[in-house]
């Protein structure tokens, strides 16, 4: 059972446009909802994290929007950049001690210069 | 502060040989998570680690263990390794999740690859 599904699997876009990844959840006991960004041969690096008390948070360039009612986040990178190309998850966290990160398959994001 | 170390980085075994990773959290974070990454399945949990204690374990088989220490460095073992082991291992460390903070910063992985 995939419990937070994310699409698109691969993405390609202009520099100076924008990046849209989208990830559902089915679990209404999450309430922590982090994105990861991560290159080749790294660890995933967390960009931005949301609760659902907030329906949008944004950080820079990266901004992640929140729909309770559909349990849906997104995440969006305003501006993009080549060295923005990476491989992007969402994932979920929640539910009374359960401290485990239930992650999306990965969005592979290309930016073209 | 430094970030999340693990050791080894690369690890080649042999099937049905074990293996020990390492890892050390950032100095001040309690709580230690292990996760397994692979093309197939992605990124898996395998469990959960906060003042020596095993919280949270994910649906691995047994072989899969691990432990952690009273300076809250962890190490995870897997015993008699199979194919399908071969996987980039990552710890994630975490302030302590009781105090709100779920923030997980994760290391470079262990790349293990098992012939």
């Known amino acids: 059972q995939q419990q937070v599904k994310q699409s698109p699997q691969s993405l390609i876009v202009q520099k100076g446009g924008i990046s849209i990844i989208n990830c559902a959840y089915e679990n209404t006991a999450f309430d922590y909802f982090p994105w990861y960004q991560q290159f080749p041969g790294k660890g995933p690096a967390l960009l931005i994290a949301?609760?659902?008390?907030?329906s949008e948070k944004k950080e820079g360039r990266f901004t992640i929007s929140f729909n309770k009612s559909a349990k849906q986040f997104s995440l969006h990178i305003m501006d993009s950049q080549p060295g923005d190309s990476a491989t992007y998850f969402c994932?979920?966290?929640?539910?009374?001690?359960?401290?485990?990160?239930?992650f999306g398959k990965g969005t592979l994001l290309t930016v073209n210069p | 502060k430094a970030g999340v170390t693990q050791t080894p980085r690369y690890l080649i075994k042999t099937r049905g040989q074990q293996v020990t990773l390492s890892c050390s959290p950032i100095?001040?974070?309690?709580?230690v998570s292990w996760y397994q990454q692979t093309p197939g399945q992605g990124l898996q949990f395998l469990f959960e680690y906060f003042s020596e204690t095993q919280r949270n374990k994910g649906n691995f088989p047994g072989r899969f263990s691990g432990r952690q220490f009273s300076n809250s460095r962890s190490e995870m073992n897997v015993s008699t390794l199979e194919l399908g082991d071969s996987a980039l291992y990552l710890c994630?460390?975490?302030?302590?999740?009781?105090?709100?903070?779920?923030?997980?910063?994760f290391g470079p992985g262990t790349r293990l690859t098992v012939t």
């Open positions: 994630a460390s975490s302030p302590d999740p009781l105090q709100g903070s779920n923030e997980q910063y």
């Open positions: 100095s001040g974070h309690r709580s």
């Open positions: 949301i609760r659902p008390d907030v």
């Open positions: 994932a979920a966290m929640g539910g009374g001690s359960n401290y485990k990160l239930t």
